[in-house]
Every structure is written in structure tokens, then in C-alpha cells.
């Protein structure tokens, strides 16, 4: 059974970094599509970031692009997204999701299989 477990979130002002974790486990990922994506409060769910896990390609939001990064640890099994330069409006509930569909797009969360329960990002301006 596939797990995603998000940790990382946290209050932070404005210019500051966060650092979140998705800690995968109950599959091989290495051809697995990961993605993050968050949702504000009263928004749509939105893609910021994703690749292969055995990839080099990623994939960014332009609202995020430049700022964040995502990476892994093959080791720890576990998916990274670096923040950067916060801003008010990177406040939401950031998820981690995965699939085996790696024909899909990076930016489509209904072509993920498997999501995380999320963590919150809160940045005060």
C-alpha cells in the first residue's frame, strides 16, 4: 500500500525558506511520476512542482519558478521541495502526490493515484 506522509510546513514571514518532506513508502518509485501542489483556502488546487523520481527533468509553476526546487533522496526514499523567497500568497496546504502513469502531465492532479494528507504552509507578510 502506498503512503505519503508530508511534514515540514510551519509559520514563516515573508522572504523566509521552508523546507517540506513527502516520505514515500509500500512501492519502488523509481518510475514513478511525484508531484506537490497546494490549495488555499477558498482556491482551486494548483500544481507548483514535479518530475520523475528517477528522473533529472522538473517541472515548475511559474509562480514558483526560480524559488522553489524539488528534489529526492533515494536513500530515505523521500521527496523534497525547497522554498525559497516566501510570499503571502504561497500560503495553502501543501500535498505530495505520486503515480505509476508517467505519460501523464506533471500538472494534472487528477492523473495522480496516491496523495498525502498535507501539511500547512502559513507565511505572514
Known amino acids: 500500500q502506498v503512503q505519503l506522509v508530508e511534514s515540514g510546513g510551519g509559520l514563516v514571514q515573508a522572504g523566509g525558506s521552508l523546507r517540506l518532506s513527502c516520505a514515500a513508502s509500500?512501492?519502488?518509485?523509481?518510475?514513478?511520476?511525484m508531484g506537490w501542489f497546494r490549495q488555499a483556502p477558498a482556491k482551486e488546487l494548483e500544481f507548483v512542482a514535479g518530475?520523475?523520481?528517477?528522473?533529472?527533468?522538473?517541472y515548475y509553476a511559474d509562480s514558483v519558478k526560480g524559488r522553489f526546487t524539488i528534489s529526492r533522496d533515494n536513500a530515505k526514499n523521500t521527496v523534497y521541495l525547497q522554498m525559497n523567497s516566501l510570499k503571502f500568497d504561497d500560503t495553502a496546504v501543501y500535498y505530495c502526490?505520486?503515480?505509476?502513469?508517467?505519460?501523464?502531465?506533471?500538472?494534472?492532479?487528477?492523473?495522480?493515484?496516491?496523495w498525502g494528507q498535507g501539511t500547512q504552509v502559513t507565511v505572514s507578510s
Open positions: 502526490a505520486a503515480s505509476p502513469d508517467y505519460s501523464s502531465s506533471y500538472s494534472s492532479g487528477g492523473s495522480y493515484s496516491y
Open positions: 509500500g512501492r519502488t518509485f523509481s518510475h514513478y511520476r
Open positions: 518530475g520523475m523520481w528517477s528522473g533529472s527533468s522538473t
